[in-house]
Structure formats: C-alpha cells, structure tokens
C-alpha cells in the first residue's frame, strides 16, 4: 500500500554538492558517536564507582556494562521508529530527530546525581539516558549512510558510505583525548567528582553544529523520486518483514563479526587493559587511540578497494583475517606494552577494513522505499548479537577460563559471518 506525498508538485529540489553530503553525513555520526562513546569510556572508568557502589569491584564492572548493554537492545527500536519516519517522511527531517535524542541523552547523563546523593534512582535514570543514547543511534546510522549512498555518482555507492563510517574512529578519537585531557590535569579526586561529566556537558556544542550542517542540506535524489512515484509504504517495518526477511537476517549476521571485533578491542580491552594487566587508564587510553588511528585510515582503503574489486570479496578476505587475529589477540593483549600496541592496531586496522563497506553492504538489498528501515534494522540487529554483550561475554570468559578465550569467541563470531557471506549474492551485498 502506498501514501500520497506530502509534497503538492514533483519537481525535485536542488541537488546537493558532494562536499555538503559528505559532510553532512560524516558530522552527524561523528557527534553520535562520540557520544555513545563517552559513555563507553565512563562505563569502565567512572559510573562502577559513582553508580554501581560494590564491595565487589567485578560485581560493579559488570553492572556497568549491563547499563552499557541497554542501548544495543534499544537501537532496534530506534531503527523502527526513525526508519518509519525516514521511508515515509524523509532522510532530512529524521535524521534531525535522531541527532536531538541522542544530543538530549547524553547531556542528562552528565547532570545526572549518583548513588551516594539518590540511591537506586541514579542507576535507573542513568539506564533511561542510556536507552535514549541507544534509540537516536538506531537512528541515526542507517539515514547517514543513506544520505551519502542515495547522493552517490555510479560506481562510487561505497566510497560515499564510508564517509558517515568515518564518524566512528573520529567520535572516538574525540572521546578518548577528551578522557586523556581530563586525566591528566584533573586528580582522581576531581576527576570522580566533577570531571567525568564534563564530556557530557559539552557534546551540547557539537550537537548544535551537526544540526546547522543537517538543516542545509536537501532530501536525496532517490527518495524524491520514491515520493514523485507514490511508492513510499504505509508501514515500511511490516512490508521488510514479509518480503526482505532474508536480507534482514543475513544482513544482521554478515555484521556480527563487526561489532564483536570492535568492541572487544575498546570497551573489554580498557577494562582488562587497567583492572588485570597493569596498565593505567592514560597509557592504554594512548594504546587504544593509536588503533583508531589505523581504524580511520583502513575505512578509505576499504571503500576504494570494495568498489574496485566488490564488496563481497572485501568482506570475505576481512572477515577470514579476523578469524586468525581472534587465534593470537589473548596473547598480544597480555604480551606487555609492544603486544597491546599490536593487538590494537591489527585488531582496529581489521576493523576499519570491514567497517569501510559494510554501510553500503547491508542498504545494498532493500529498495529505497523501505531501504531506511531494513539497513538500519540490520545494522542495530547485529549490534545486539554483536556488541550488546561483548564485554560482558568477554570478562566472563577471561575471568572464567583466561585472556585467550576472549579471542576464539572473536573467531567464532567471524566464522559465522563469514558463512553468512558465502550464503550471500553478490547482488545482495554488492547491490
């Protein structure tokens, strides 16, 4: 069933200039991200002090991360609701939305009492913000990609969605100095009492510049013309699921090996980095930056090499060295200060080679109809299987077993994707 568009004419607007859509794209999901990893750095470092008080102090790690784990289940639901608004209303005005949720979300976070002044009500709002980072997330990640692969030129679909990828290392660059700085001219003392929030406070500046960036730009091509030929759907979540759901589910599994990889080398790495192999919180903040480095760098080679010789085989040849580094990542992490610089740069390079295509590998199956809802559903599917309980998962593993399980679990992550991909066309990755 289709809907009449909201538009009275169908004369498509101005086209928008590469240089803004790119931008415009990459700004967005570097606020988001930044934001999402604040929270990240904090769930290790601050809020199992402040929120979580513990005898214990793995009970309290762990309670964190059970916070840090409500935004992935969380995202899906964004990629609902704001996929709804994105294939029926617009890449634009959504997107808009999304930047404000997430905005709004984080800078509750840092104005947020703790424990000692609340009791139980500080980790249980602390958790509401949390869903809320989670559900502008959902959100926000499927109409960045969409806005630069619906602007893209032919031929060059992943090298414009590598951009809003590129939000990703940046976001977290951002994070991390910004923890680094704060370490290293606060005390631990005022750290822990005021200093923690200040990242929070301030992503309110960067919000403020990604919405002037996003009200510039104009809707995409394709989705003027999808409003032009009356083909947007009454409920784009329902039509997925009745004639996408092989794409839902392979695409949702062709991401798992993503996610656990990245999260594995920064939320779990920090944590055991500083509680179990002696690191301080500064050198392994300089440890992992260094990764993301190669993280950022590797997302252009992706993307110019997927579009040269295919996503597929990009993702294939990635995800098979992810297996291997998974066999060798517990002893390079344990292996002293030159072993956890190499597990980070060989763990985040990989990650930036799959994380480069994979924005335009999973909107490649869907039409533009319902492509919002269904990339985003796959994309924050994944993030649940994948990253949701990663740190979770790992810590029980290394504290259960040791270090090098944490490693064949990444293996075993990348072997399914990797299956998932074999099973998968060419066309239904490559588009």
């Not at 999402?36 to 809020?47: M, N, Q």
């Not at 969605?161 to 700085?181: K, R, W």
């Not at 979770?392 to 072997?415: C, E, K, M, P, R």
Request: proline share 5%.
């Amino acid at each position: 069933m289709t809907v009449s568009p909201t538009a009275t004419h169908s004369t498509t607007p101005a086209g928008n200039s590469p240089a803004r859509v790119l931008f415009a794209s990459l700004v967005g999901t570097t606020i988001e991200f930044f934001d999402f990893y604040v929270y990240a750095t904090a769930a290790v470092i601050v809020f199992p002090h402040l929120f979580f008080p513990s005898a214990d102090p793995t009970s309290a790690m762990l309670q964190s991360f059970a916070t840090f784990s409500i935004a992935f289940f969380a995202r899906p639901f964004g990629a609902v609701v704001f996929g709804h608004f994105g294939d029926k209303i617009g890449r634009k005005a959504t997107l808009v939305a999304a930047l404000m949720t997430m905005g709004i979300s984080t800078v509750a976070i840092g104005l947020l009492p703790t424990y000692a002044t609340i009791g139980v009500w500080a980790p249980l709002l602390l958790a509401l913000c949390r869903f809320g980072q989670g559900l502008g997330l959902g959100g926000e990640w499927g109409g960045a990609v969409l806005l630069a692969t619906e602007n893209a030129p032919p031929g060059k679909r992943t090298w414009y969605a590598m951009f809003p990828q590129l939000g990703a290392p940046i976001g977290f660059i951002l994070s991390a100095g910004t923890f680094l700085v704060l370490g290293e001219t606060l005390s631990n003392e005022d750290f822990l009492a005021w200093g923690w929030r200040l990242p929070f406070i301030l992503s309110v500046l960067l919000v403020i510049i990604g919405l002037y960036v996003r009200l510039k730009i104009t809707e995409t091509p394709e989705f003027q013309k999808a409003i032009d030929k009356h083909e947007r759907v009454q409920v784009p979540i329902t039509q997925i699921l009745k004639s996408h759901k092989r794409s839902l589910v392979l695409g949702t599994f062709v991401a798992l090996a993503t996610f656990v990889l990245f999260y594995l080398m920064t939320v779990f790495a920090l944590s055991w980095g500083t509680a179990k192999l002696g690191y301080s919180r500064e050198q392994f903040l300089v440890i992992q930056m260094t990764g993301v480095v190669f993280f950022g760098l590797m997302i252009p080679v992706s993307g110019i090499l997927s579009d040269r010789y295919g996503r597929r085989l990009m993702l294939v040849l990635t995800t098979i060295g992810i297996a291997i580094f998974g066999i060798f990542m517990g002893p390079m992490l344990a292996g002293g200060l030159g072993g956890a610089f190499a597990c980070s740069i060989i763990g985040l390079g990989l990650m930036g080679m799959t994380y480069g295509p994979i924005g335009a590998a999973l909107a490649a199956p869907f039409p533009t109809s319902v492509r919002y809802t269904g990339a985003s559903m796959t994309f924050n599917l994944a993030s649940i299987f994948g990253a949701s309980l990663a740190p979770y998962i790992a810590t029980w593993l290394a504290t259960t077993y040791s270090l090098n399980f944490v490693g064949y679990y990444l293996a075993a992550a990348a072997v399914i994707t990797l299956a998932c991909l074999l099973l998968s066309s060419e066309q239904e990755v490559s588009g």
